[in-house]
């Protein structure tokens, strides 16, 4: 099954997404447009809050998000980076998480590994991560959000078997199961979590898999270290991106793989950790590519990241995961300094792009739109311009005062995205309008409608 | 005897990779029964009709009857093989006279065929009238040659010497074959933008590139004044001594030698040609390019530039790249993925930049002219050395 094809499955009534890019377009055409088609409804996502504003920017504000689904902007010290995707029904549950953006290349485009977990009646053991995830997501929520606790109440009220208080959603550090959630938390690492999996294993050698590197390649060197410094093969896409090739000659026992020629000409964003011990193959997917923002997580002021460890019979893993052939890639010779060069052209173009300014949230409820006003401004704010679905301005409000209230009578046309500009001619990304009131009609499940309505049933 | 079996790779219910042909019901009526119903050849079903295929009309049953009565003895040797699935080379050999080209004229089945390509019969609508035109048009092309010209040629010597269309005997046809050629120049143009910036993106760190980093690097290309608007921009290109086929030519000719920045000039120098044309002809282009604005054409397109005369013609011209060019194969491909599950990106959005994904060539659409040619030299209207003495005297008949 591809991946897309997922979101079309039926028994599902809430869906919780998160993502480091969003593909507005992508997203709407084909998982949202999919869950609708199979009754879930009540959808919300979370999205790094840089990569939205810039999506935003160049690609114009979304459709629906804000009237027929949830976009939240999440925010973390590094970057929001987990790819999470738990599709919650009455009686079954499915947890996703992989390396797909919520974007085209994720959705259909790329070379992308994802793991899943299913609850049922058949496994009840798993309510445990779902129940997780849902803490998980709620930490990345704003405080001031208004939507995101009425899906979460909706979610938990169709689905008894989350709303178990006996769950315990801390993180099982034994080692002792052959599936585990991972996900940055307080109290603990994704490498120390990664480390208790592996239950005292000896690893013999270690292969990575990983799009990006830090240019001192620290993540590797205190994953290996993690690991008493196995032998180590590192996979990656030498036609893109490059390598910090220049800082493997200090690490011993390290070896590069060029594996693009089994890409089939896609970008391969796959992010995989497969450590072959003597008594397992233990494989850890999800969003962490190997670096220290990833490994050590927002305590350190990393990344948000997730990820799904399996356990499988010693020496099974790499045929599994189809990369048996990578050994006859070896990067050798001069392909060493190519792959540094094009890493430091990379390192340089990308450090000169300037990040979209971020406008904070509009919040539409009860006929009154209210301003939550960013956590940084480039300067004092003047104005912000309103605009309905197709692009058209509906006025200008004052906002020098930093928070504006506005109210849409009736008949009005009803905005559907809003764009700060400051006082210094400097503008925002397009801000979408959180409409309280349509979410609270639109998001329903399908059979219950405007019954459900009538009976008291929204929010 | 050498025969030919062709009974398994010609039969419906033969396995997939056994079969000439992977839709079982072949390839009629996907390609060439709506032609022959426009033709007057076919009735197609309509909806709800009991029986859901094409029947001949009384006219196709006249130059059925013309075709068994020339072919003689060969129809049952056809018909035979058909029915085996079997054929020697003898037989096949003495089928040939079953071939277009060996027409036998002056025979009812020449008369017949003849008046139903010119669309000469009582019963010829304007699908006929229109498609008579388009013969004669080609006629007068080959007449004045002295040989068949390059359909190429043709198209452009349409696009060129447009006749007045005030003039009252003239047809609507040599000016919508005039759209054609502008509709395609301009489809071209644009796809030229595209295979640029799919260039630019693929030499890039890591193949990508932000929107508006790539919009600004191709705008770079092209020479334009910092205070001139679009309108004195097309105006200085259309007035200038380069024509739309030179700017057109060179475009394709940069496209071929990977001269990106040439390219993208040339691109732009030819719509803004086509711009200037096109305003000319407003009437000619709303009336006959009406329909919804949510596909692109020659009319969106011009309506866009138009709207924007005044503007900076350097704001102009980025916006075409990002909007109209960029952002539009963008949504194309989205569409395309959504409802036929089929990935068509050739660039594609990254983590907010634009990755490059792949490239596809650009050429002129072919308007099914080398068929029209094909089927005058079968009616022996032209032939290699140019219009015969038979299409001289279909050129001086009304």
Redesign the interface.
Known sequence: M?YFEAFGEGGFHSAFMTT??F?A??FE??PF?KLRGAGCRNITVLADR??VN??FS??GPPRFAGTSYHLVKADAPGVFHPKITMLIGEAKGRLIVGSA?L???G???NKEQIASIYYSSDAPENAKYFASALAYLRRYVPQDDQWFPVCLRRAMRSAPWLRDDELDLTFDARGETDVNFLFDRPEITVLDQIVACLCDDIVERLVILSPYWDAQLRGLALLRSAMDNPVTDILIDGT???FPASKLSSALDVSLFDVSSQTE?R?LHAKLIIAQGKLWDHVISGSMNCTFPALMGPTLLGNAEAGIYKRAARGTAIEALGLSSYQDARVEGDEFSRLQQ?FE??T??EAA?EPAIDGGSLILKSGSLSWIVPAKLPTAPAIICLYDRDGRSICEIDAENGFVAYDVSPDALRPKYGIVKFANGAMSAPVQVVDLDCLAVTTLPPTAGLQAAFDGYAP | MAVIDFSVSSDPDAAEEQRYLRNKGGAFGAIYATQMAEMGLLHLPGAGDPNPNPVCSDIALKLADALSNELGAAESEFFKAVETGKVSFTTLKSLGAMKPNHLKFGSDEHKLLTEILLGKLNTSGEADLRRRSTLRMLLEVVATSAKIPPVEQIKWRWFEKLPEPQRESTSIVPRLWFLYQACDLMRLAYEAILVAALTMLERKPQRRLSLEGLTNELVSYVSVADDQTWEELSLDIADGAVTAREHAQAMLEAIDLSETAQQVHLAVSLIAALFVRALDMTDLVEETMSGSDYFQSLRTEVQFLNQARSAPARHVIADMFRERVIKRHLWVAARKFRNQNAYTFHMEPDEGQLRYRSHFSVSPSSPRLTEAIRFLCDIGLIDDGGITQFGLAELAAT
Do not use: C, R
């Open positions: 591809k480091y890019a593909g377009l992508a055409d084909i447009s840089g990569m810039q999506a160049e690609f953006n974007t085209a290349l959705l259909g485009g893109l991106g490059g000409g970008f094009s052209d990379v340089t173009s792009s």
